[in-house]
């Protein structure tokens, strides 16, 4: 691999911290799932196109990355979670930040309108619209909802990768937003439970500072039975069958079961043993979901040899 390393003595950022503001990890995610959208759709689209949207989808995903960076640069100091990344660090300066963000922001929409069509660029520019205004600059600050709602933004890439292929909206790319926008509280909240220092360190209201870890705990085991119906839901939608359903019926006991186990502890036993159940079905979340698109891929594979579906 090429050597990235910032040179941490002299505070120069490195090509490294650039790629950080973007948020590699979230990206990947952003990625995969626009992916899957765009090849379980009922219409092939040439490779070359397909490869270039979801490019731009990425660059989209990277630029509401980096102008996330510049506005929490000031919270992102006092968190032990965010304090090294390249702004609080000083090795980039806020402005290069929103330089970076405003420019993959105009050219990602532009691009994809131009490779792809104008249904996909104009969802794809909301999607940076709503992660950076909706839910960084307003929600994020001001309510412990800011979860629930701002995590639309992470479940609009499906539908973005859809309306690449078939330049609409459908009853199945609403399928798949509504699995990451139901899945993000008992994800997120899982997380926040181990971290709530940091969130109380730098006044952001998440659930777990406003109401107690009590109650968020019990609002993951909540939204976790709120979004069985959802996951088990789009197995009858025309992008699922048999296979995704046995493997989301599967994922999700498990998911359940983490979440059961979250909300019967009190916070001695979390304390006691470091929130080991809460950073396992943290954990689990994650593969949940890779594992939910994963088997919707699978579904599309069978389908176009002739088998699997309902239809």
Same mark, same amino acid.
């Given at each position: 691999m090429a050597d990235i390393r910032v040179d941490e003595q002299s505070g120069e950022a490195g090509f490294g911290d650039y790629v950080a503001l973007l948020k590699p990890r979230v990206m990947s995610l952003v990625v995969f799932t626009a992916l899957v959208g765009l090849l379980v759709a009922p219409v092939s689209v040439h490779p070359v196109i397909a490869f270039a %949207? *979801?490019?731009? &989808?990425?660059?989209?995903?990277?630029a509401s990355g980096a102008l996330n960076m510049w506005w929490d640069s000031d919270i992102d100091r /006092?968190?032990?979670?965010?304090?090294a990344r390249p702004i609080p660090a000083g090795r980039v300066e806020p402005n290069e930040a929103l330089a970076l963000g405003l420019g993959l922001s105009i050219l990602s929409v532009a691009m994809l309108g131009l490779a792809a069509n104008w249904v996909a660029a104009g969802l794809l520019a909301f999607t940076i619209f709503f992660y950076v205004v909706v839910y960084s600059m307003w929600l994020k600050r001001t309510t412990p909802q800011n979860i629930v709602i701002g995590g639309a933004a992470g479940a609009f890439p499906p539908m973005i990768g859809w309306a690449c292929a078939t330049g609409g909206i %459908? /009853?199945?790319?609403?399928?798949?937003?509504?699995? &990451?926008?139901?899945?993000t509280p008992p994800h997120f909240w899982s997380l926040a439970l181990f971290m709530k220092d940091d969130y109380s360190?730098?006044? /952001?209201?998440?659930?777990?500072?406003?109401?107690?870890?009590?109650?968020?705990r019990t609002h993951i085991l909540v939204y976790?039975?709120?979004?069985?119906? /959802?996951? *088990?839901?789009t197995g009858f939608t025309q992008i699922g069958g048999g296979v995704y359903l046995a493997i989301a019926t599967l994922l999700h006991a498990r998911f359940l079961w983490g979440a059961w186990q &979250?909300?019967?502890?009190?916070?001695?036993?979390a304390i006691a043993d470091k929130y080991k159940v809460e950073r396992k079905t943290f954990r689990f979340s994650l593969i949940y979901l890779a594992a939910l698109f994963a088997a919707l891929l699978a579904e599309a594979g069978l389908h176009h040899f002739g088998f699997g579906g309902w239809w």
């Open positions: %949207s *979801i490019v731009f &989808i990425a660059l989209g995903g990277g /006092v968190m032990r979670r965010t304090c %459908s /009853v199945e790319s609403v399928a798949m937003f509504a699995l &990451i926008f139901m899945w360190n730098a006044g /952001v209201p998440m659930l777990t500072v406003t109401h107690g870890r009590k109650s968020a976790t039975l709120l979004l069985a119906p /959802v996951t *088990i839901g &979250i909300w019967r502890r009190d916070e001695a036993a």
